[in-house]
């Protein structure tokens, strides 16, 4: 069993997509083992299996535990912003937040994604576990397919731009009761609660590339040849993209983070700063009418463009793109029912996708 991994490991990732430079190769002088491979096959399964259960730890079996919560949580990140029932908005939080939103719910599609591919690849592992004569006709009658997949144009090599460009306030327009209000509106706990659910898928995604790992290094143990050296170069993409993914959405979950605590010194110093005193929002306030002699407005207005520069720095720091690379998959069938035999299975599989064009 592989050690536990860091669930900070994301930090140690330049953030791009890095296919790694050590992936398992098959063994040229080994013949195949097909209880191994089905082993291996069973265990993808297995791990897909917890990890698309609504049970909060999976099969007991499975070193991978269930992403449906946190999957549901980061895909639904924004903050009502009409909520706060506030004239201006704070149009620099919106930018930054409407940016946190459009990563999450990306990070969580492109995760469906490789699982549906991964778990596809180790269902074609289990078919050709099952009936490895049959198994070793298709792959010669349809190499050029699975080469399509893996290594042509059937791969989806995606990069996602995920920023529209830094949009500030026009601070001008705002009093410092409305700032006040503005302030104070939002709930620090939410922002500290939504970070920690972009680290936990973070952490997850990280498990799921050392389980990939794993497999990959089975898998190079019992099965040699073309067809065993295509899966391996398909477990690498997905690994090159969980690690992607996972980097991502660490970034975007820690920069929330601090972002949450910055707003909160914020909040908690507006009135020795500002010092409005118990005035509340008003649209018609003059600025001789405050205490402290006036110069509220100003104080505040100087005040949030202060925060703002803090928004702007998170907003730099989120993912400026997002980029996979993950082979297409080997089979239309999601779960083929194997125990009818595996005919049905190869009859699906590897169609449809044509030999790569040159």
Same mark, same amino acid.
């Given at each position: ?6 669930? /900070?490991?994301?930090?140690? @990732?330049?953030?791009? $997509?890095?296919?790694?430079? !050590? ?24 791990? $897909?299996?917890?990890?698309? !259960?609504?049970?909060?730890? *999976? ?27 506030? @004239?201006?908005? @704070? ?46 006709? %298709?792959? +010669?009658?349809?190499?050029? /397919? ?5 290594? *042509? ?20 327009? =705002? ?33 799921? /590339? ?14 040699? *040849? ?5 899966? $391996? ?7 090159? !993209? ?34 409005? *005193? ?24 100087? =005040?949030?463009?202060?925060?703002? /520069? =803090?928004?702007?720095?998170? =907003? ?8 996979? $690379? ?17 005919? +049905?299975? @190869?009859?699906?599989?590897? %169609?449809? !996708?044509?030999? +790569?064009?040159?």
């Amino acid at each position: 069993m592989a050690p536990e991994p860091d669930p /900070q490991q994301w930090r140690e @990732w330049d953030g791009g $997509l890095d296919l790694s430079r !050590s992936w398992p190769s098959p063994h040229a002088d080994i013949d195949v083992d097909t209880a191994g491979l089905r082993k291996v096959g069973e265990t993808i399964t297995t791990e $897909l299996a917890a990890a698309d !259960s609504h049970e909060p730890d *999976g099969p007991t079996s499975s070193g991978l535990r269930s992403w449906k919560d946190t999957a549901v949580a980061v895909s639904q990140l924004e903050f009502d912003m009409t909520a706060y029932g506030l @004239w201006p908005r @704070w149009i620099a939080f919106d930018r930054f937040w409407g940016t946190v939103s459009f990563i999450g719910d990306r990070i969580v599609t492109e995760t469906d994604f490789v699982l549906l591919t991964y778990g596809q690849f180790g269902n074609m592992i289990i078919a050709t576990s099952a009936n490895y004569a049959m198994a070793d006709s %298709v792959f +010669d009658k349809k190499i050029s /397919q699975l080469r399509y997949i893996v290594n *042509g144009k059937g791969v989806h090599h995606t990069t996602m731009l995920m920023k529209a460009g830094w949009e500030a306030d026009n601070i001008s327009d =705002y009093d410092a009761p409305k700032i006040k209000a503005m302030l104070f509106s939002f709930d620090v706990a939410t922002m500290l609660r939504k970070g920690g659910e972009c680290a936990e898928l973070a952490a997850w995604l990280i498990s799921l /590339q050392s389980l990939i790992e794993e497999r990959a290094r089975q898998l190079a143990d019992v099965w040699s *040849g073309e067809p065993s050296e295509l899966a $391996l170069e398909a477990f690498r993409k997905v690994h090159a !993209s969980v690690r992607a993914l996972a980097h991502s959405i660490g970034t975007t979950g820690e920069t929330i983070i601090w972002l949450a605590n910055v707003i909160h010194r914020y909040q908690v110093n507006f009135e020795s700063v500002v010092k409005l *005193g118990d005035w509340e929002f008003d649209d018609d306030l003059p600025d001789w009418l405050l205490p402290s002699g006036g110069g509220a407005h100003d104080r505040a207005r100087d =005040y949030l463009r202060d925060l703002n /520069q =803090y928004v702007k720095a998170a =907003y730099d720091a989120l993912p400026a793109e997002i980029e996979t $690379l993950i082979p297409g998959a080997p089979s239309s069938l999601v779960y083929p029912d194997l125990s009818k035999g595996v005919k +049905d299975y @190869w009859d699906s599989t590897l %169609v449809g !996708s044509g030999e +790569d064009e040159p």
